[in-house]
């Protein structure tokens, strides 16, 4: 595991000094990753296949509209998944660059942004085979004023790194606390496939959650803190209308270390949109996939941070609705 996070930081590091040039770009994807090499990402992006649609389609374009791009990384860590298996590295945390250009159509606005981000690397013979890649595009979209959806019931702000400021697992961690950090995000899952009423028992949430939790969502929802404020701001809203019909899909990687574990889906559930109100939109019937990136960090016996990635563009997609589309008849682009 120790191999496999020097070669992710490597990677890392050597991705952010081509400064987006095609030709560095293409050196260190040769340098680092595996000719067919898969990479998914939120949408409008999907998946691609080798690295030459990784390069156009995502990181050219990434350099290209933000200036001085760096990574700003708040967890890193690396573990085996107990779910599909593999031997796995995650980084999440945050791109940050002078905004200059038009990403995706968002409009810039010539000042520092923020993109959150999220991403497993699946490791194979000593190079990057498969990554997810979540970014919170409607994140960006609310730095600049230009967000085409309601008001969220969840706090937008800058997501912060773990409050404890231990979350880059740089050196090997203990055995035993990583199993227990695995056995305590798997029995808070199971907690919530079991108890399925739409107003669930705080007294069985605090089992495994701190009272003064904190729950970074992804921007469309939003952030809460406490369990209270968790129930309030997004498990009731998200029951209500996604949970009648919820199916769990399982995770392409599940794994922790030391005090901190994570998962990835893709998707992680398939949901019906039968009642109105998730997101300040109406009931539509729909049948619905939604990725889901879940990265958690224990302290003693309960989870107190938990950092949520959803691909909401391809949630709302799926019901007919692109955001990305109507951002640009609001802006009349």
């Given at each position: 595991?120790?191999?496999?996070?020097?070669?992710?930081?490597?990677?890392?590091?050597?991705?952010?000094?081509?400064?987006?040039?095609?030709?560095?770009?293409?050196?260190?994807?040769?340098?680092?990753?595996?000719?067919?090499?898969?990479?998914?990402?939120?949408?409008?992006?999907?998946?691609?296949?080798?690295?030459?649609?990784?390069?156009?389609?995502?990181?050219?374009?990434l350099f290209q509209s933000f200036d001085y791009l760096q990574r700003r990384q708040d967890i890193f860590m690396a573990g085996e998944s107990v779910s599909f298996g593999g031997n796995w590295v995650m980084s999440m945390g945050q791109f940050m660059g002078m905004y200059e250009r038009d990403f995706l159509g968002i409009p810039s606005h010539g000042k520092i942004a923020f993109l959150r981000y999220c991403e497993f690397h699946r490791i194979?013979?000593?190079?990057?085979?498969?990554?997810?890649?979540?970014?919170?595009?409607?994140?960006?979209?609310?730095?600049?004023?230009?967000?085409?959806?309601?008001?969220?019931?969840?706090?937008?702000?800058?997501?912060?790194?773990?409050?404890?400021?231990?979350?880059?697992?740089?050196?090997?961690?203990?055995?035993?606390?990583?199993?227990?950090?695995?056995?305590?995000?798997?029995?808070?899952?199971?907690?919530?496939?079991?108890?399925?009423?739409?107003?669930?028992?705080?007294?069985?949430?605090?089992?495994?959650?701190?009272?003064?939790?904190?729950?970074?969502?992804?921007?469309?929802?939003?952030?809460?803190?406490?369990?209270?404020?968790?129930?309030?701001?997004?498990?009731?809203?998200?029951?209500?209308?996604?949970?009648?019909?919820?199916?769990?899909?399982?995770?392409?990687?599940?794994?922790?270390?030391?005090?901190?574990?994570?998962?990835?889906?893709?998707?992680?559930?398939?949901?019906?949109?039968?009642?109105?109100?998730?997101?300040?939109?109406?009931?539509?019937?729909?049948?619905?996939?939604?990725?889901?990136?879940?990265?958690?960090?224990?302290?003693?016996?309960?989870?107190?941070?938990?950092?949520?990635?959803?691909?909401?563009?391809?949630?709302?997609?799926?019901?007919?609705?692109?955001?990305?589309?109507?951002?640009?008849?609001?802006?009349?682009?």
């Amino acid at each position: 595991m120790q191999d496999n996070k020097a070669l992710v930081l490597n990677y890392q590091k050597d991705l952010e000094a081509t400064k987006g040039l095609p030709s560095d770009l293409n050196k260190v994807f040769k340098d680092y990753c595996h000719p067919q090499y898969l990479w998914h990402g939120v949408y409008p992006f999907e998946s691609k296949t080798g690295a030459e649609a990784v390069i156009e389609g995502f990181y050219q374009p990434l350099f290209q509209s933000f200036d001085y791009l760096q990574r700003r990384q708040d967890i890193f860590m690396a573990g085996e998944s107990v779910s599909f298996g593999g031997n796995w590295v995650m980084s999440m945390g945050q791109f940050m660059g002078m905004y200059e250009r038009d990403f995706l159509g968002i409009p810039s606005h010539g000042k520092i942004a923020f993109l959150r981000y999220c991403e497993f690397h699946r490791i194979e013979g000593g190079i990057v085979a498969e990554t997810y890649c979540f970014v919170d595009l409607i994140g960006l979209m609310n730095q600049v004023g230009a967000n085409p959806l309601p008001m969220q019931t969840g706090a937008e702000f800058i997501i912060p790194g773990p409050r404890t400021h231990d979350g880059q697992l740089f050196k090997p961690q203990d055995v035993a606390e990583s199993l227990k950090t695995l056995k305590l995000i798997e029995q808070m899952a199971s907690d919530l496939g079991t108890y399925r009423d739409i107003d669930m028992n705080p007294k069985k949430l605090a089992e495994t959650w701190h009272e003064n939790m904190i729950w970074y969502g992804p921007s469309g929802i939003g952030s809460s803190m406490s369990i209270s404020g968790f129930k309030r701001q997004h498990q009731i809203p998200f029951r209500k209308s996604l949970y009648s019909q919820r199916k769990h899909n399982g995770h392409k990687s599940r794994f922790a270390e030391g005090h901190y574990a994570a998962w990835v889906g893709w998707p992680s559930l398939s949901l019906v949109v039968s009642a109105g109100g998730y997101l300040g939109l109406p009931k539509t019937d729909a049948a619905i996939d939604m990725r889901v990136i879940d990265v958690y960090r224990r302290e003693g016996d309960k989870l107190a941070e938990n950092w949520v990635f959803i691909d909401t563009p391809y949630t709302l997609k799926q019901q007919d609705l692109d955001i990305f589309e109507r951002m640009r008849q609001i802006l009349r682009r």
